[in-house]
T-cell receptor
Framework: DADVTQTPRNRITKTGKRIMLECSQT?????MYWYRQDPGLGLRLIYY???????NKGEISDGYSVSRQAQAKFSLSLESAIPNQTALYFCATSSSQGVGDTQYFGPGTRLTVL | GEDVEQSLFLSVREGDSSVINCTYTDSSSTYLYWYKQEPGAGLQLLTY?????DMKQDQRLTVLLNKKDKHLSLRIADTQTGDSAIYFCAETPWNSGNTPLVFGKGTRLSVIA
């Protein structure tokens, strides 16, 4: 089984809809991250959490919110989706006891907003 | 703030060596990483190097670090079509206890048969 899983893997939705992307991990890591990937722009950090009670904004948090329901779960919400949020979204985890901030990634969720 | 720069594209012939370059701005970086993203997949950790090392070799992969010039490179020997992917360079900033990795925009490696 994969250590970092994301659901759904693909989602097509309409402008204005609320969307939740979910991430679960079995690695026992305390830190979790949400990124989006757009062609030519690389990875951009949306939000990150260093433990269950910790939430931090990343580079591009506007239009997004997150919830860290448990150490193993970190969900990303788009309250009112818009077309420029069409992208590939990745969840990642790392351990505060690990090497640097070595991150391990999920397989990604491809989101299309029409 | 910290910045990591990479060229966006590299094309090589099968069997040749590939060299992917990266520059970073934070001279206090502790760990530097290379990740690989195959089409339709997430990022996979390839290797990392600690800042007090100059070189690290792992089978066909060689990582070179020039701290003076803040330059990191990844050499892939005998490049194969399966090496076609996007390669991301990343660094752990000095205050690595509190700051996530900083990623470059990725270099797309195309291997021509």
């Amino acid at each position: 089984d994969a250590d970092v899983t994301q659901t759904p893997r693909n989602r097509i939705t309409k402008t204005g809809k609320r969307i939740m992307l979910e991430c679960s991990q079995t690695k026992g890591h305390d830190r979790m991250y949400w990124y989006r990937q757009d062609p030519g722009l690389g990875l951009r950090l949306i939000y990150y959490s260093f433990d269950v009670k910790d939430i931090n904004k990343g580079e591009i948090s506007d239009g997004y919110s997150v919830s860290r329901q448990a150490q193993a779960k970190f969900s990303l919400s788009l309250e009112s989706a818009i077309p420029n949020q069409t992208a590939l979204y990745f969840c990642a985890t790392s351990s505060s006891q690990g090497v640097g901030d070595t991150q391990y990634f999920g397989p990604g969720t491809r989101l299309t907003v029409l | 703030g910290e910045d990591v720069e990479q060229s966006l594209f590299l094309s090589v012939r099968e069997g040749d060596s590939s060299v992917i370059n990266c520059t970073y701005t934070d001279s206090s970086s502790t760990y530097l990483y290379w990740y690989k993203q195959e089409p339709g997949a997430g990022l996979q950790l390839l290797t990392y190097i600690f800042s007090n090392m100059d070189m690290k070799q792992d089978q066909r992969l060689t990582v070179l670090l020039n701290k003076k010039d803040k330059h990191l490179s990844l050499r892939i020997a005998d490049t194969q079509t399966g090496d076609s992917a996007i390669y991301f360079c990343a660094e752990t900033p000095w205050n690595s206890g509190n700051t996530p990795l900083v990623f470059g925009k990725g270099t797309r490696l195309s291997v021509i048969a």
